[in-house]
C-alpha cells in the first residue's frame, strides 16, 4: 500500500475531487427471520453533482438465529483485536468457543431466538439515508449498507454487494464507512476498519512490482466516521429516553434513583495499552448528566466480562447487588455505548440482571435502546451530512495510535484511511 502518509498530514481537507461514481440500482434490503415491516428507501431519480454515495454502518453484528451462534463466537474469539488471548489464540479461541456455544444458544433462544441487531441496523441506515437524501441532495442518493464484523452480512459479502451495485471495480464511488459504536475502540471500531481494509484490499488493491500497494484506478474513495460520543443528537436521545423511565417512579422518589450507565467491558491489557474507549464513554456519560441537569446520583459501570484475566470494572452486576444490600432499591441502567438492542441488553442487563439480581424489586428498571428512536436517526443523518460536508477523511484523532500498540496492521489501516483525504472533496 503507497498512501504511507505522515500522520501529521492525515485527516486534512481535501482539495480535489475523485473520480466520479455511475449511477447503482438501489440496494434490497435483506431483513431478518422475523420479517420486519419497514420498507426500504424509495428510488431516487438521478443523483446529486457529487452522488451517490454508500454509508456503511459498521458493528459487531449477532446471530440472527440460534444456528448461527458457533460461527458467530468462533469469528469473535479469533479476533485479537478484540479478546487478546495471545500466541494461542488460533487453538484457545476454537476451544472457549464450542465450548460455549450450546450456553449462548440457550440465551439466544430466552430473547426470541436471535438477535435484533440486524434488523435495527438496516432500519437505522435506511432511515438515515432517506433524511440525508432530503439534507444533502448533492451526494444523493445515499445508498444504506451493513457491515458486520462477526455475523451476517459479513465485510467481504458488503464489499462484494459495492461492487455489484456499482461501486469501485474501475467505477470510483465514494462511501462512508460509519461505525456504529459512538465510542472508538481499537476492539470495535479498529478491528471493523482493519476487516473493511482488509477486504479492500483483496478485492481492490493493486501491485506495483515488488510489494508495495498502489491506489488502483477507479477504487473507492473512503472516509470514516469514526468516533461521535458527544455528539448533540446522541445525548439527546439518550437523556430523553432517561427522563421517560424516571417518569414512572413516584415523584417523591424520582430524585434519589442513582443512574447506571453500562458499557461493554474491555480486557485490561487493552485498557493499559492505551485505548480511548473508557474515557470517550464517559464523555458521552458525563454530557448526558449535564443535559440531565445533574439531578441524580450516577456511576458508569461495566458489562459483559469474558474468561479470567482481568477486565475494567465495576461490573453492573455487582454495582447493582452490592447497592442492594445497602438499602437502594431504585435504580436505572442505561446501555450508554450500544445503538440498538441485542444480547447484552435483552438477556445481560433485562434477565440476568434485572430479572435475576432484582427479582422482585420493582424499582430496578432498564431505559429502552436507541432502536427506532427518530432523534437519534436524525442525529445519525445530520453526523453523515457534516462529514461528507467536511471532505475530511477522518477524524484527527484516528491517526494516533495507542501509546503501547505495536500492530503494524492498526498503523497500515490508519495510514490507508487518512491517507483518502487527498481523494475527496468537500460537499
Known amino acids: 500500500m503507497a498512501l504511507r502518509v505522515p500522520l501529521s498530514r492525515a485527516c486534512t481537507r481535501a482539495t480535489t475531487s475523485g473520480p466520479s461514481a455511475r449511477a447503482i440500482s438501489p440496494l434490497a434490503l435483506r431483513w431478518t427471520r422475523n420479517n420486519a415491516t419497514v420498507a426500504p428507501p424509495a428510488p431516487q431519480n438521478g443523483a446529486g453533482s457529487k452522488g451517490p454515495t454508500a454509508i456503511v454502518f459498521m458493528n459487531m453484528g449477532g446471530p440472527s438465529t440460534t444456528d448461527e451462534v458457533g460461527s458467530f463466537l468462533s469469528a469473535l474469539f479469533a479476533d485479537a483485536d478484540l479478546i487478546p488471548l495471545g500466541r494461542l489464540q488460533n487453538y484457545i ?219 475494567l470494572g465495576a461490573q453492573t452486576s455487582d454495582t447493582v447487588k452490592n447497592l442492594m444490600k445497602k438499602g437502594q432499591t431504585d435504580m436505572v441502567l442505561i446501555p450508554i455505548a450500544f445503538t440498538s438492542d441485542h444480547i447484552e441488553t435483552l438477556y445481560e442487563l433485562d434477565k440476568e440482571v434485572i430479572g435475576e439480581d432484582a427479582e422482585g424489586h420493582e424499582g430496578v428498571k432498564r431505559v429502552e435502546s436507541l432502536n427506532g428512536n427518530p432523534i437519534f436517526i436524525k442525529a445519525l443523518a445530520d453526523l453523515a451530512k457534516a462529514h461528507l460536508q467536511s471532505g475530511q477523511a477522518c477524524s484527527a484523532q484516528m491517526p494516533l495510535r495507542c501509546p503501547g500498540c505495536v500492530s503494524e496492521r492498526c498503523l497500515a489501516q490508519k495510514e490507508f484511511f487518512a491517507g483518502q483525504a487527498k481523494y475527496l472533496q468537500a460537499a
Open 93 to 311: 479461541g476454537p476451544l472457549i468457543a464450542r465450548r460455549r456455544t450450546p450456553k449462548i444458544q440457550k440465551q439466544y433462544a430466552e430473547i426470541g431466538g436471535g438477535s435484533p441487531i440486524r434488523k435495527w441496523s438496516e432500519y437505522q441506515a435506511a432511515e438515515m439515508c432517506k433524511l440525508l437524501d432530503k439534507t444533502s441532495p448533492d451526494t444523493a442518493p445515499h445508498k444504506p449498507y451493513v457491515a458486520f464484523r462477526y455475523a451476517n452480512p459479513l465485510t467481504e459479502d458488503m464489499y462484494k454487494q459495492l461492487l455489484a451495485d456499482g461501486f469501485g471495480g474501475g467505477n470510483g464511488g465514494r462511501a462512508v464507512a460509519f461505525t456504529q459504536y459512538p465510542q472508538y475502540s481499537c476492539s470495535t471500531t479498529g478491528s471493523s476498519l482493519n476487516e473493511l481494509w482488509k477486504w479492500r484490499n483483496r478485492l481492490e488493491g493493486k501491485r506495483a512490482g515488488g510489494e508495495a500497494e498502489v491506489e488502483p484506478e477507479g477504487a473507492i474513495q473512503w472516509s470514516v466516521i469514526d468516533r461521535w460520543p458527544v455528539h448533540s443528537g446522541l445525548v439527546e436521545a439518550f437523556a430523553q429516553n432517561i427522563e421517560k423511565t424516571l417518569a414512572e417512579y413516584p415523584a417523591e422518589r424520582r430524585d434519589g434513583v442513582i443512574l447506571l450507565f453500562s458499557a461493554h467491558s474491555l480486557p485490561m491489557s487493552v485498557v493499559n495499552r492505551g485505548d480511548p474507549y473508557p474515557a470517550e464513554v464517559a464523555a458521552t456519560v458525563y454530557a448526558v448528566m449535564q443535559r440531565l441537569g445533574m439531578k441524580n446520583q450516577y456511576r458508569l459501570v461495566w458489562q459483559s466480562q469474558v474468561g479470567p484475566t482481568p477486565w
